[in-house]
């Protein structure tokens, strides 16, 4: 049983680029959440995704945005990249119905923006 | 605002000794918390949870912790330390929102166990 599966590992952008992180969830999962977790810093809440919309959203600008697929997997898009950007994001998964509400975490996409 | 506090920036212990990293949190309603395991350049492994019931929980790898109403704590704690146990720690708790429900993390506990 695979767990949650994120890509690329690593990733190095120019400021203003474009980016675009991958994720799959764990099998029997249908909501995925991201945060970013910069250095020294615990993970900070972007936005979660359940029925390919967004629910919840944390406090991040519109240049963060997201997508879930049918088959659960989801992307994070961040534009215009700025140097603060420079992060780990983590892509954690859950399954919405039921009495389990621990979020299962991918080993994370390590982005450099320079 | 819901928040968790990790007093403590780093937690040193020698191998075989108990260990305890602290935790405190501040959240509307019943909390629902959250013990994670960070290891260098790796995601976030589950330990364990406080929904309700027993206030001491059980976990993975010999953890527990003490959920603790009137302190606002949840610590985490194991009878003996391993070398391997070395790594950061993240308490979290669980922002209700109706059925979501993001998780608002503490800024992180590195332990060390030295042998």
């Known amino acids: 049983d695979a767990g949650v599966t994120q890509s690329p590992t690593h990733l190095i952008k120019t400021r203003g680029q474009q980016v675009t992180l991958r994720c799959s969830p764990k099998?029997?999962?249908?909501?995925v959440s991201w945060y970013q977790q910069a250095l020294g810093q615990g993970p900070q809440f972007i936005f979660q995704?359940?029925?390919?919309?967004?629910?919840q959203r944390g406090n991040f600008p519109d240049r963060f945005s997201g997508h879930q697929f049918p088959n659960y997997s989801s992307e994070l898009n961040v534009n215009a990249l700025l140097l603060g950007d420079s992060a780990l994001y983590l892509c954690a998964s859950r399954r919405l119905e039921g009495m389990s509400y621990e979020q299962y975490f991918g080993p994370g996409t390590r982005l450099t923006v320079t | 605002a819901q928040s968790v506090a990790q007093p403590e920036d780093q937690v040193n212990v020698a191998e075989g000794n108990p260990l305890t990293v602290k935790c405190t949190y501040s959240?509307?309603?019943?909390?629902?918390l959250f013990w994670y395991v960070q290891y260098p350049n790796r995601g976030l492994q589950f330990l364990l949870k406080y929904i309700t019931g027993d206030n001491l929980v059980k976990g993975s790898y010999g953890f527990e912790a003490e959920f603790n109403k009137s302190q606002t704590s949840f610590h985490l704690k194991k009878p003996s330390a391993l070398v391997s146990d070395s790594a950061l720690y993240f308490c979290a708790v669980r922002a209700y929102s109706g059925n979501t429900g993001k998780l608002i993390f503490g800024q992180g506990t590195t332990l060390q166990v030295k042998p």
């Open positions: 995704y359940y029925e390919e919309e967004e629910r």
């Open positions: 959240v509307s309603g019943n909390p629902y």
């Open positions: 099998s029997g999962h249908d909501t």
